[in-house]
């Protein structure tokens, strides 16, 4: 019913930057809040940035400065700006939204993820 489809990742030099977008589809009622979430080999999925529907934002401690969580409600997309980039942000990146359908059911949503390779 609902589809969330990143895009931006690659491979970039450390201190490069990079734009992550997820846009989602599908029978969607409204989108509460989304996120960026990543996955390093080895490592525990963790929390990268949120946003609220009314653009309230939070972010992981080790990216504060450096990315900014933005979205689109009109597009149904959320954007992940990564400046500065270290090679420990090297992980595939995953969004998140929770998103009630038009049958009323609310959940949550990961998208299929995109691999961020930062080369030191």
Known sequence: ???LVESGGGLVQAGGSLRLSC?????????NAMGWYRQAPGKQRELVALITSDGSTNYADSVKGRFTISRDNAKNAVYLQM???K????????CNANIR???????LYWGQGTQVTVSS
């Open 83 to 85: 400046n500065s980039l």
């Open 1 to 3: 019913q609902v589809q």
């Open 101 to 107: 359908t038009t049958d009323w059911i609310l959940r």
């Open 87 to 94: 090679p420990e942000d090297t992980a595939v990146y995953y």
């Open 23 to 31: 846009v989602a589809s599908g029978r969607i009622f409204n989108i």
